[in-house]
């Protein structure tokens, strides 16, 4: 885990209270919980890696991530280690640095909700490597996809999506030295985002306002998600009659190739921060607070 982590962990509760009353029944969910808050509010995208391997203990956690999740989401993400080659051209240019390891999105070919549940499951190791220190950045053309499915195991009846570039930062000692504050500050300047106005666009301001708390930290969290043109095409609304919110694509925001992917990344951002609650797949599915 991140150095900075491990020394906010003891006031990540005090930190958290509004999520106190999670119905887990169980700490050690609860403390599952504070640390994906904690990775959402300090994850941001990587673009140059230090070159060194992940060592085999972190390889080993990815991995056993990956396992669950594909068997949650019925997708086949693949964690990949030193390949450079895939990432070859993006190196030269300087748009990357260091890049060589990455995590395959293979899921159905034919299964357009397959695209939602890769992106959702995929957000969730992508989380779990920030915890662990790692950087990552979700890749739609920065890589050589033809390369890139030469090293994983792709069936019939499945196709290769995108990738998430994975690698230890570049200047890992200071990334390592910064407090937790300063990492949340990083991730808050480290690029533009939408307004929470924006991400709730189909709302009037009286219903926002009176949009219970789990609503607004849902949308919050959403708003530092990644997406894989950095569009950020993604809006939420609340509905005040059954107490229930809803994720909607928003087309004009010019991303129909990716939209799916992206929609379920802010499902699981949205869903970490609201603290407890269950998503319908899908444009327009709607989450159950719990």
Known sequence: MHPALLRHDT??????????????????????????????????????????????DAARQLDMTLQPVNLLGNVNLQLVLNQPKVFEEANASGHLTGAANYIAIVAPKDDEQAKERAGFYAERAVLTATLRGLGTLWVAGSWDKAEAAKHCRIAKDEALLLAVVIGYPKNR???????????????????????????????????????????????EAAMKAPSAMNRQPITFSYNPDDDTAAAHIDTSAGDEHYALNDLGIAKLHFQIGAGQGQWAWGDGGLFIHK
């Not at 808050?37 to 070159?51: E, F, H, K, L």
């Not at 200071?174 to 990492?183: C, F, I, K, P, V």
């Open 11 to 56: 006031t990540c509760l005090r930190r958290c209270a509004p999520y106190k009353n999670l119905n887990t029944g169980d700490n050690g969910a609860m403390a599952e919980h504070n640390q994906l808050i904690d990775a959402i509010n300090i994850r941001t995208a990587v673009r140059a890696y230090d070159g060194e391997p992940i060592d085999d």
């Open 173 to 219: 000692l200071a990334y390592q030295s910064m407090t937790y504050d300063e990492l949340c500050e990083r991730q808050r300047t480290h690029r533009a985002s939408k307004t929470y106005e924006q991400f709730t666009a189909t709302m009037d301001d009286t219903t926002r306002a009176q949009a219970p708390d789990w609503f607004k930290a849902g949308v």
